[in-house]
């Protein structure tokens, strides 16, 4: 990649090697699309054709796709971008971020709940949580020594704060780690059911002197009300004359469970 350190940096033109797991039936007429539109990239090879894949098979798409950077590019920027792999079976598509910097650099998606009262890992009305969201180093090195805060302005939310001290663990380059009950919160039992909190959570980097902020929801759930989350579709996209199963997770007064619809 580029000079050679492994990170993609304004003024490069580097590589994007990706691997490729087939857990279902054999694909064949498989073929993978580097998918990104921005000013600062140009794409060098974005389509590769690739050989069948049978049930259990996993391996890189050779050649790598190739693009480059101009050197007016800004550090420190995240670029989107989209894998679309095609084959007789239909297409799947994969999101990913491209850091542009040799600094470590981290995203959060969302909140996972690592204790409450019932145990059920959803933020119920009149428990003490304890949760974190989940993090992503996007960067190129190592990020040590960060440590958390957070903010919340809810009339819900009778208190909360960081646990301990707030630090998290090493994140090495394209690691993702959920710390364990980094953040504390106590729900009001009148909570409205389905009611988002909006949750301002930082993180400082005291090795390179960087900080991230995130705004991240979480939200109110009555076990004692049906609630349908989670939702996914087998197969990715319906063929004709096909069939899918569609399963969702079902959050009641008796617990979780898995429902599935033909």
């Not at 076990?223 to 319906?238: E, F, H, M, R």
């Not at 096909?242 to 898995?258: C, F, L, Q, R, Y």
Request: some cysteine; aromatic content about 6%.
């Amino acid at each position: 990649v580029g000079d050679g350190d492994g990170c993609a940096e304004p003024g490069e033109t580097i590589d994007l090697s990706f691997t490729l797991a087939n857990d279902g039936a054999t694909a064949t007429s498989v073929s993978a699309e580097l998918v990104l539109s921005h000013p600062d990239i140009t794409l060098i090879n974005s389509n590769v054709i690739l050989p069948d894949y049978p049930r259990g098979s996993r391996s890189p798409i050779t050649p790598a796709f190739s693009l480059s950077i101009q050197s007016s590019a800004t550090t420190d920027s995240v670029i989107p971008y989209q894998i679309q792999v095609t084959s007789n079976h239909g297409q799947v598509s994969f999101d990913r971020l491209l850091y542009l910097g040799e600094t470590p650099h981290l995203v959060a998606e969302k909140i996972i709940i690592t204790q409450d009262d019932n145990f059920d890992q959803h933020a119920g009305q009149g428990e003490s949580i304890k949760f974190s969201p989940a993090f992503t180093n996007l960067g190129c090195s190592t990020s040590t020594a960060v440590f958390g805060g957070i903010a919340i302005n809810d009339p819900y939310v009778l208190d909360y704060g960081v646990r301990g001290t707030g630090e998290i663990p090493s994140i090495h380059p394209g690691e993702t780690l959920t710390p364990m009950k980094l953040f504390q919160a106590s729900i009001d039992p009148s909570a409205p059911h389905l009611h988002i909190i909006d949750c301002q959570i930082t993180m400082q980097s005291q090795d390179t002197g960087q900080s991230w902020l995130f705004t991240l929801p979480l939200q109110i759930i009555d076990s004692g009300k049906p609630t349908i989350s989670d939702v996914t579709v087998t197969p990715a996209q319906l063929q004709p004359g096909g069939s899918m199963t569609i399963s969702a997770e079902v959050i009641d007064g008796s617990g979780v469970d898995m429902v599935r619809a033909a």
